[in-house]
Each structure stands twice: as C-alpha cells, then as structure tokens.
C-alpha cells in the first residue's frame, strides 16, 4: 500500500500570505476605508459590485447557503398534502375514542373555517391567557346567533391563538349527532354529546372543554331579546367542574346575535321537521338558499378570569347551594362582560 502524500501545511495557503502585494488593483482592495491605494488615490472608491445572480429560479443572496430554489414553500406543502392523503387512504392516522382526528383538524377542518373567522366576521379575541396551558378546564359561554356558527368560532379563537396550542373540546346537542355528514364532521373536529359522563372524562384526561348552557333557548331566541343570557339550566356544568377539579372560564361573545337576526318562529314547520324551531329572518326564508348567507359582522369573543373549583371537595358537587352561588356567578360575569363590550363597540359591522 503507497504511503499517502502528506501535504505540508506551509504550502499554497502560507505562500498566499506571504505573497508580496501586487501594485494598482491588489492595494486598493486591501485599502482601508479613508486610504488609497498608489494607483488610486485620484479615483473615488471602486462601485461594490453586485451578487451575481444564481441559475434559473434559483434566488441569488450574499451566502450561497441562503439560496434556495423558487417554490421550495410549494414543494413542502405538496409533499406535506400526498403524505396526508397516503395516510387518509391507508389509514395510518389516529382517533381518540371520542373520534376526535387531531390531524384532520388541524390542516383541514380548521383551514375551511379560518376565512370565515379572519376575514368575514373579523374576530377579534380577549383574555385568551385566562385558559390554562395545561390541564383541564372547562369554557362555559353565551350562546346565539340562530344557527351555531359560535361555537366553531369559539373553537378557532382557541386553537389559533392560545400560546399553548390547545384544543377546545365543545359539548353538542343530541341533534348534531343525528344529521348526515354534520355528526362525522362534529367528530372529528372534536365535539361530543353534551353529557355529565363525557365532560367529566375529558376535562379529568386535561382537555379544554367547552359548554352553552342556554342550548336551544339561546341559539333560538329572538332578535328582540339578543344578548339577554337564559337560563342556564341545574348548573349540571359546575358539578362537572367541580368534580373533575378544573376552573371554570367564563367566554363573552358579540357579534353573533346579528348574523341571522331571528323574527319570528314557525312553530309549525319546526315539529314537522323535528327541529327546535324554525326561524324567520330578513332574508331566510324568503330568499332561499341566499338567505342563509349570515351577515358580516364583526365579533369580539372574550374569555374572562377563571373561576377556581379544586378548593371544594369532591361532595361539594351534591350540594344544591353551592351549585346555584356558582352557576349564578358564572351567568353574571358573562352578563356583565357582554353589556360592557356592547357599550366599547363602535358599530355591528365594524
């Protein structure tokens, strides 16, 4: 086997050093700023020349490793979206065992919603720091608006704005999870029947669950009784909370009770059709389908300062007092939240 040529490292590199300065151009570009060289003392400094450009649809920048091609974002995103789909196809994702897809979620469901969110009504979110970035916590809020376009809302402000990164985990009526396609979509995005049992799992398992006591008498009521909370039932969500040890986050919406303003209900229609109520609005349903479109207007959903339940003993949730003080100070600080950011609008639309 040859010896290996070992190259001394007195070599090219320390010739180059000691290599003597060539007159004109080598002095004037070791010249110090202020300085000239011999032959350019007459003369201003040399233009800096400029980067020459990469190949074709490569971006030129001053480090060859900051170039990267045009459309690399775009090739990502194509990768990213076949790796989605070869999952979705051969079923390498996962569901909890409520059917919550949190990868659907996240770079489908939510990416659908989003415009309607940012750019239609334009919500503008307050208090998020008030959920806790761990553990279980349950979100009790307002409910409105005909059809139940806040709850998702709600849904959104969490999911893209909580530093954490957390997830709202909404309780639904019986009647999402009888509708065609509206049940599967309600899975995966990670709602649940709006039970004692399946609240009190999730919030014990550290979700962030979210409840509208009012149910069908908030969505249903109308226009002239808007942002006038109803009742908010036994306070079957306190003893939910209390049990499970979690605060309570009492969440203001504005803004929703505008978008299908309710006239009037055919009370009629609505039992021949097995729903709560049908409502009557300016344009529903006396422009059909167009008069479905909600109107733009702007939100501001607010969450507020926690309500603390791991002081109470697990049999606190059995006393009736208890429940009606808790579930009365949850429904008055929403209240009062409301009538406050009424008053701070400046205009439904804007």
Request: glycine letters at 10%; charged letters at 25%.
């Amino acid at each position: 086997m040859a010896d290996a040529k070992v190259i001394p490292f007195d070599d090219d590199r320390s010739r180059a050093r000691r290599r003597p300065a060539r007159p004109g151009r080598d002095a004037a570009v070791r010249a110090l700023p202020g300085q000239h060289g011999p032959e350019e003392t007459s003369k201003g400094p040399e233009p800096v020349a400029e980067p020459a450009p990469g190949p074709q649809g490569v971006e030129a920048g001053p480090d060859a490793a900051d170039r990267r091609p045009v459309g690399a974002g775009w090739e990502r995103r194509l990768a990213g979206g076949l790796a989605f789909l070869r999952r979705r196809v051969t079923g390498e994702y996962d569901v909890d065992e409520f059917g919550y897809d949190k990868e659907l979620t996240d770079q489908v469901l939510m990416s659908l919603v989003r415009p309607l969110y940012e750019k239609y009504f334009r919500v503008e979110v307050k208090g998020i720091e008030n959920i806790p970035a761990e553990g279980g916590a349950l979100v009790v809020a307002n409910h409105s608006g005909t059809l139940p376009l806040d709850g998702v809302m709600m849904q959104v402000a969490v999911h893209d704005n909580h530093p954490a990164g957390r997830h709202l985990r909404l309780l639904a009526a019986d009647l999402v999870f009888m509708l065609p396609v509206v049940n599967e979509l309600a899975r995966k995005a990670g709602h649940t029947l709006a039970c004692a049992e399946d609240a009190e799992r999730l919030l014990r398992a550290g979700e962030v669950v979210g409840v509208m006591p009012e149910g069908f008498k908030g969505i249903g009521k109308p226009f002239s009784e808007r942002y006038k909370l109803q009742r908010f039932g036994r306070g079957g969500f306190v003893s939910t909370a209390l049990r499970a040890g979690v605060p309570i986050v009492p969440c203001s919406i504005v803004g929703a009770e505008e978008i299908y303003p309710m006239l009037g209900n055919a009370k009629t229609l609505a039992r021949l059709l097995g729903f709560p109520y049908f409502p009557l609005t300016p344009t529903f349903p006396w422009l059909g389908p167009l008069g479905a479109v909600p109107l733009p207007t702007k939100w501001t959903i607010q969450f507020g300062e926690p309500i603390a339940t791991d002081g109470y003993s697990p049999e606190a949730a059995e006393d009736p007092m208890l429940m009606f003080n808790l579930t009365d100070q949850v429904r008055e600080q929403i209240q009062h939240t409301l009538y406050k950011l009424l008053v701070q609008r400046r205009s439904v639309f804007f």
